[in-house]
T-cell receptor
Framework: DQQVKQNSPSLSVQEGRISILNCDYT??????FLWYKKYPAEGPTFLIS?????DKNEDGRFTVFLNKSAKHLSLHIVPSQPGDSAVYFC????????????FGKGTLLTVNP | EPEVTQTPSHQVTQMGQEVILRCVPI?????FYWYRQILGQKVEFLVS????????KSEIFDDQFSVERPDGSNFTLKIRSTKLEDSAMYFC?????????????FGSGTRLTVV
C-alpha cells in the first residue's frame, strides 16, 4: 500500500547546484504534505510543509512545489551544500486522521564538494 | 531548542520477552506518536495519543502493543511478547495541535533488536 512514493532511492549533486527531490501520491484525500530530513542515528527533522490549497511554499534554500492534478510534489534545494547530504522523506497527512503521517521510502541525497 | 528524548538508544531482547520503550515528549505538546522503521523500509505510523487515550492506530498496532502516559511527562510503548519481525527503529514524536502544518518533532529513536 504505497500511497506516497519516492521513486528515486538516491540522488547525487554537486555543491552549489540545485537538488530536486520528487514525490508522488495516490490518495486524493491528502491535504498536507511535509518533507523531512534524516541523518544516520537521528530521528527525522521537519523541513517544510505545504497545504493542498497552495502550489508553492518557500523557506530559505528550500522550496516545495505541489502539482495537485498530477499528484506530484517536489523539494528544491538551492544552492545545495554538503551538509544537506541526508535521507529526505516525503510525507502526507489526511484531514480528520488526527495528524497521522504517511511516509515515502526516502531518497538519499549526496552533495559532493 | 526543545527536543524529544528516547531511552534506551538500543535494546536487545529475546523473542517472547516484553520490552518498554520510553519517551519524554516536548513539555507543551499535546499529541504523541510512535512510528517505526524496519531496516531499509519506510517510516510507518503505529499510534497517536491525545488526551490520555489512543486517537488512532494502524493495523500494525495489534494487541501485543500498548501505550501509556504514566506520569504526565513520559510516554511509553510496550511490546508484550516480542517477535523477530518487531526488530526495527522505533521513533517517538510529539506535536502541538498544528503538527501536520509545522511538523512533528521526532526523537532520535530506539533501535530494538529481537534475537
Amino acid at each position: 500500500d504505497q500511497q506516497v512514493k519516492q521513486n528515486s532511492p538516491s540522488l547525487s549533486v554537486q555543491e552549489g547546484r540545485i537538488s530536486i527531490l520528487n514525490c508522488d501520491y495516490t490518495n486524493s484525500m491528502f491535504d498536507y504534505f511535509l518533507w523531512y530530513k534524516k541523518y544516520p542515528a537521528e530521528g527525522p527533522t521537519f523541513l517544510i510543509s505545504i497545504s493542498s490549497i497552495k502550489d508553492k511554499n518557500e523557506d530559505g534554500r528550500f522550496t516545495v512545489f505541489l502539482n495537485k492534478s498530477a499528484k506530484h510534489l517536489s523539494l528544491h534545494i538551492v544552492p545545495s551544500q554538503p551538509g544537506d547530504s541526508a535521507v529526505y522523506f516525503c510525507a502526507a497527512s489526511r484531514g480528520g486522521s488526527n495528524y497521522k503521517l504517511t511516509f515515502g521510502k526516502g531518497t538519499l541525497l549526496t552533495v559532493n564538494p | 531548542e526543545p527536543e524529544v528524548t528516547q531511552t534506551p538508544s538500543h535494546q536487545v531482547t529475546q523473542m517472547g520477552q516484553e520490552v518498554i520503550l520510553r519517551c519524554v515528549p516536548i513539555s507543551n505538546h499535546l499529541y504523541f506518536y510512535w512510528y517505526r522503521q524496519i531496516l531499509g523500509q519506510k517510516v510507518e505510523f503505529l499510534v497517536s495519543f491525545y488526551n490520555n487515550e489512543i486517537s488512532e492506530k494502524s493495523e500494525i498496532f495489534d494487541d501485543q502493543f500498548s501505550v501509556e502516559r504514566p506520569d504526565g511527562s513520559n510516554f511509553t510503548l510496550k511490546i508484550r511478547s516480542t517477535k523477530l519481525e518487531d526488530s526495527a527503529m522505533y521513533f517517538c514524536a510529539s506535536s502541538e495541535a498544528s503538527g501536520r502544518i509545522y511538523g512533528y518533532t521526532f526523537g532520535s529513536g530506539t533501535r530494538l533488536t529481537v534475537v
